[in-house]
């Protein structure tokens, strides 16, 4: 099955906040990442969060863990056009690789 | 300026014929990584390298091969390209200890016809 698990699409009006959610496998995992894919181009790591946290906050965006649920989200205050890419959530597994989730679209709508 | 360089950017060829997608970078990473892009599907992994001459599959391997004689260089070899491997292609690269940042390319997209 999937390593880590994601929704794939979500549209937001621009100013409000968006949430994008994901799921993963590993409990042992380290460090847990959110990277950002903008149109025509590669990914950017975009923040990430320690295992021992529940909570990180960097500017707009907000990390929430639930490690009972191996549940990460990642919220968007005040979105705007520039937010609009895919948004992809990964974790380190063995041999020190990154398993990526499927990727959320958000579509910021002016 | 720190970068991953890969090329073609794009690419059309047909069935059969064999062709490379190089990548290189400039920041003396020893893991690099090759992943594929498909819609509903997110990034899969196709190979990795920890290190020169040390080559690893992923989780989609078949029909690739990859090499690292060198540091810097990861190319990726379609020995007989079918059009299930037309993708857009990703080389990523990191350093070696237990970290997640890697560092993408621009990305190749290759169609096989």
């Known amino acids: 099955g999937e390593d880590v698990e994601q929704s794939l699409f979500l549209s937001v009006r621009e100013g409000d906040s968006s949430v994008i959610n994901c799921t993963y496998t590993?409990?042992?995992?380290?460090?847990l990442y959110w990277y950002k894919q903008e149109p025509g181009a590669g990914l950017q790591l975009l923040t990430y969060i320690f295992s021992n946290m529940d909570m990180k906050q960097d500017q707009r965006l907000t990390v929430l863990l639930n490690k009972k649920d191996k549940h990460l989200s990642l919220r968007i205050a005040d979105t705007q056009t520039g937010d609009s890419a895919i948004y992809f959530c990964a974790e380190i597994k063995g041999n020190n690789r990154l398993a990526f989730g499927k990727g959320n679209q958000v579509v910021v709508i002016p | 300026e720190a970068q991953v360089t890969q090329n073609p950017r794009y690419l059309i060829t047909v069935t059969g014929k064999k062709l490379t997608v190089t990548c290189s970078q400039n920041?003396?990473?020893?893991?690099m990584s090759w992943y594929r892009q498909d819609p509903g599907l997110g990034l899969r992994q196709i190979y990795y390298s920890m290190n020169v001459e040390v080559t690893d599959k992923g989780d989609v391997p078949e029909g690739y091969k990859v090499s690292r004689k060198e540091k810097r260089n990861f190319p990726l070899i379609l020995e007989s390209p079918s059009p299930n491997q037309t993708s857009l292609y990703f080389c990523?690269?990191?350093?070696?200890?237990?970290?997640?940042?890697?560092?993408f390319g621009e990305g190749s997209r290759l169609t096989v016809l």
């Open positions: 920041m003396n990473h020893e893991y």
């Open positions: 590993d409990s042992s995992s380290t460090y």
């Open positions: 990523a690269s990191k350093e070696g200890r237990n970290t997640g940042e890697l560092f």
